[in-house]
């Protein structure tokens, strides 16, 4: 069975919509009708129904939904493993959060290669719902994120957290931040929420960002205050750059490691999780 088939079936699942998924995919309606025609051939089943309101998926259509979703997986792994076969004995692609990434990459790959020496790592950074999807597709092996969304065929795990303090260039405590010159960090939803319970009064500024780096840049260009990593803090305030809000409360992100689950228990898996796990310990310290 082709893989164009698969994927084509799985867009059309998520758009609803031949016209739609022709333009996600580049290609001509007619040929996704093909496509999707070929598909129901092979299983002598009609997978789709069209009408005023739009495209329906068959009875058959939905039960294949989770079996299709596997293959594709299967097949992007198939694919890399051959892809890239050569001096090593395999290859990974892991994904990882920005701020983690920014914290803790260089130590974690130090340590993957010591251990690990036989196999060849990709690694790039991203955020959680982009890794969530390019694991279920199979495009990912392993990803370190903060928000699971607990798809099937994928395992979940807490590792640890990261630690999230505010510090400040125009202000000593949480009574003299000025509304108007601070920085939302948006790391992720259950950060927002905790964001909101503690400084409920600052929720609705006039600037915002998901990614640590971009909000240090904008604290020492634009000034004001931000929750930014315990390490970012640390040097922040080592170069006097900002100043520690000692009332404010640290906010602590939970970072959970996510693979497939039938790759959950694999040696070169468990090391590579374990490894973050073991720098996550270390350096989730608060601002002394």
């Known amino acids: 069975m082709q893989i164009e088939l698969i994927e084509t079936f799985l867009d059309l ?9 022709a333009e996600r995919m580049n290609l001509t309606q007619s040929t996704v009708s093909h496509r999707i025609k070929a598909l129901e051939s092979s299983f002598d089943r009609k997978l789709f129904t069209r009408n005023k309101g739009g495209t329906v998926p068959t009875a058959s259509g939905l039960r294949f ?3 299709a979703k596997a293959l594709q997986r299967q097949w992007h792994e198939a694919a890399r493993a051959v892809e ?8 990974m692609r892991i994904g990882v959060q920005h701020d983690v990434a920014e914290s803790l990459a260089g130590h974690w790959m ?5 251990d690990l020496p036989a196999t060849s790592i990709y690694m790039e950074a991203d ?22 969304q607990y798809l099937p065929d994928l395992h979940y795990e807490r590792i640890g ?13 949480v009574a003299d931040l ?3 010159t601070y920085i939302q960090a948006v790391y992720s939803p259950a950060f927002d929420r905790a964001h909101r319970l503690a400084l409920p009064h600052l929720s609705a500024p006039p600037l915002a960002s998901g990614q640590n780096v971009a909000i240090t840049g904008l604290l020492r260009t634009l000034g004001g205050a931000a929750y930014v990593t315990a390490a970012t803090a640390s040097a922040l305030v080592a170069e006097n750059a900002a100043r520690p809000i ?18 959950r228990h694999a040696h070169q898996h468990r090391r590579i999780i374990g490894v973050m796990a073991e720098l996550l310990e270390r350096d989730a310290f608060p601002l002394k």
Do not use: C, W
């Open 178 to 180: 000025k509304a108007e």
């Open 84 to 91: 890239s076969a050569g001096t090593y004995e395999r290859s």
């Open 65 to 67: 939904l989770d079996h």
């Open 161 to 173: 957290e990261m630690t999230y303090l505010l510090v400040a260039t125009d202000a000593q405590s």
């Open 246 to 263: 000692a009332d404010a409360p640290p906010i602590a992100q939970t970072v959970y490691a996510a693979t497939s689950v039938r790759t």
């Open 127 to 148: 955020y959680s719902i982009q890794m969530n999807r390019d694991l279920a597709a199979g495009d990912l092996d392993l990803a370190i994120l903060y928000t699971p």
């Open 110 to 114: 130090q340590a993957i290669r010591r």
């Open 13 to 21: 699942m998520e758009t609803r919509s031949f016209n739609r998924t």
